[in-house]
């Protein structure tokens, strides 16, 4: 949802366009491909680990408060080598499926205990519906993402790497980014986006399956040399999944099919294969990052 948008307006500020940088050489370019929000539904789960078993996934980023989190730690433990994020939660934005903090945090919450649905007001969205306008308190942040940073690793272990931010939430002021980065290192985590620059949408949630692949296609052909990330939203399309919408996005089960059709494509593995990506997670840049 906005999350990618958001992502592509940090890259304006902190990455030159792909356009704007020379794509020739097909060599040197690793590649964290992100599937984000495992924990939400046991569609999103699924979707996730069949799109690292049989597709481009390198790293999953899992809810911790998210009513499938259990399921999610048995499927990643079932794949040891997959790379993972604790997907810090302080919003929970769809309209009928809701989690809460997993500490008593009364400025994170609203009135009825569950996580404001966006990361700012909206315009259009009921009044008391975004987390930084209502003023959270940095102690009751702190608590909380501790909490499922430490329920991720006792869960986990050494398969987490790094920590990422739902809806850039935890990072959405720079008093909260201070907090997250600080409680990364003091996890012994990295931040999502350590050392690799994000190269950019492929898409919408607007778009169609086919316009989902092709998109994705056209970034893995341009990409230059570099360490990069892209993150999206795999997730099958089942009855659990098309109760998942909220205002402006409703279409969720459907773009989100697109997202595992287009991570799960032929067409894309051959475009990796073919340019000599490295398809990598976090670890790997962190042991040995590129020179430029």
């Known amino acids: 949802m906005r999350t990618t948008l958001l992502y592509f307006l940090l890259s304006l500020v902190c990455t030159p366009a792909l356009a704007q940088q020379d794509p020739s050489g097909g060599h040197d370019i690793r590649l964290i491909v992100r599937a984000d929000d495992m924990g939400a539904a046991q569609a ?15 790293s999953v980023e899992v809810l911790v408060p998210g009513p499938w989190f259990l399921d999610a730690v048995r499927l990643i433990k079932e794949n040891p080598d997959v790379d993972v994020g604790v997907h810090l939660a302080l919003t929970s934005e769809w309209q009928r499926i809701k989690w809460r903090p997993l500490t008593h945090a009364p400025s994170l919450v609203d009135t009825d205990g569950y996580f404001r649905p966006m990361t700012k007001q ?16 940095l102690d009751e942040v702190e608590r909380e993402l501790r909490a499922q940073i430490e329920t991720a690793q006792r869960h ?3 398969q987490v790497s790094h920590v990422s931010a739902h809806m850039l ?38 778009s169609t399956p086919e316009h989902r692949e092709e998109a994705l296609v056209e970034l893995l052909e341009r990409l230059p040399p570099g360490d ?14 098309r109760g998942f919408g909220h205002k402006g996005y409703e279409r969720v089960a459907a773009d989100r099919a697109g997202v595992t059709r287009a991570y799960l494509s ?15 997670g976090f670890p790997a ?6 020179s430029r």
């Open 44 to 58: 999103v789960n699924e979707a996730c680990i069949q799109a690292h078993r049989d597709g481009i996934v390198t």
């Open 122 to 137: 909206e315009p259009g969205f009921p009044p008391d519906t975004g987390f930084v306008d209502a003023h959270p308190k």
């Open 156 to 158: 986990l272990g050494k």
């Open 169 to 206: 939430a935890a990072r959405a002021t720079p008093e909260l980014q201070a907090l997250t980065e600080r409680l990364a290192r003091e996890y012994g985590l990295r931040m999502e986006d350590d050392g690799v620059k994000y190269a950019g949408n492929f898409g919408s949630n607007t």
């Open 228 to 241: 990069w990330f892209i993150v999206e939203h795999p997730a099958f399309d089942t009855p659990e999944m």
């Open 266 to 280: 032929s067409r894309v593995r051959e475009v990796i294969d073919r340019r000599g990506i490295e398809l990598v």
């Open 285 to 290: 840049i962190a042991s040995n990052p590129l």
